[in-house]
């Protein structure tokens, strides 16, 4: 089953502008990934943020967690063609056997428009 | 360091065969994940192999095994195939031994499974 629900499910937006994914999920976590994946193609990790984090940044990206309203958000800024994928959210479960899993969100589909 | 590697890339099998496929994973990692995507329940957990033991399962049936090599490469059988099972065969590397998922997974470009 999957843990985390992302909004919106489609975004399209122009080249430059700023696009935002938001993901929840239900249960405790030691840690929320962010991962891409270009056209059905094998998942590139984009950031980890430990539950004791607020606030994390690399290059363009930008991601928040809010542990107490068990939310995420992925912030690209300055968007390019070239981000057009779609991106999931994945959590552990730091209160069950979490060896090696990861549950994935349904995904937002990025689509940035020259 | 060489990434994640499947094989093979494609395949088309038949209602009731069986598939095996094949994860190397980036050298130094010694846990292997195995995930299923498909447009209709998204990614979903198969197992995870650490020191050739697996550590976790997820919600599949027995048609679904897996195990790991002394050399950390692991391998997914899947026998008696349905159409259900057509997807991407996703593997994952991970460098954590510990309990929970510490650590990044890096993901292998996938196996595209069809049964016909």
């Known amino acids: 089953s999957q843990q985390g629900e992302e909004d919106p499910q489609a975004l399209s937006i122009q080249e430059g502008e700023n696009a935002t994914m938001n993901c929840s999920y239900k249960?405790?976590?030691?840690?929320l990934q962010w991962y891409r994946q270009n056209s059905g193609r094998g998942l590139v990790h984009l950031i980890l943020?430990?539950?004791?984090?607020r606030e994390k940044h690399s290059g363009r990206l930008r991601v928040t967690l809010d542990t107490s309203k068990k939310s995420s958000s992925l912030l690209i800024t300055a968007s390019r063609a070239a981000d057009t994928a779609s991106y999931f959210c994945?959590?552990?479960?730091?209160?069950?056997?979490?060896?090696?899993?990861?549950?994935f969100g349904q995904g937002t589909i990025l689509t940035v428009h020259p | 360091k060489a990434g994640v590697t499947q094989t093979p890339r494609y395949l088309i099998k038949t209602r009731g065969q069986q598939v095996t496929l094949s994860c190397s994973p980036i050298?130094?990692?010694?846990?292997v994940s195995w995930y299923q995507q498909t447009p209709g329940q998204g990614l979903q957990f198969l197992f995870e192999?650490?020191?050739?033991?697996?550590?976790n399962k997820g919600n599949f049936p027995g048609r679904f095994s897996g195990r790991q090599f002394s050399n950390s490469r692991s391998e997914m059988n899947v026998s008696t195939l349905e159409l259900g099972d057509s997807a991407l065969y996703l593997c994952?590397?991970?460098?954590?031994?510990?309990?929970?998922?510490?650590?990044?997974?890096?993901f292998g470009p996938g196996t595209r499974l069809t049964v016909t």
């Open positions: 050298s130094g990692h010694r846990s």
């Open positions: 994952a590397s991970s460098r954590t031994s510990g309990r929970a998922t510490s650590y990044e997974q890096y």
């Open positions: 249960t405790s976590i030691n840690n």
């Open positions: 943020i430990r539950s004791n984090e």
């Open positions: 192999y650490f020191s050739e033991t697996q550590r």
């Open positions: 994945a959590t552990d479960n730091a209160g069950g056997t979490s060896y090696g899993k990861l549950t």
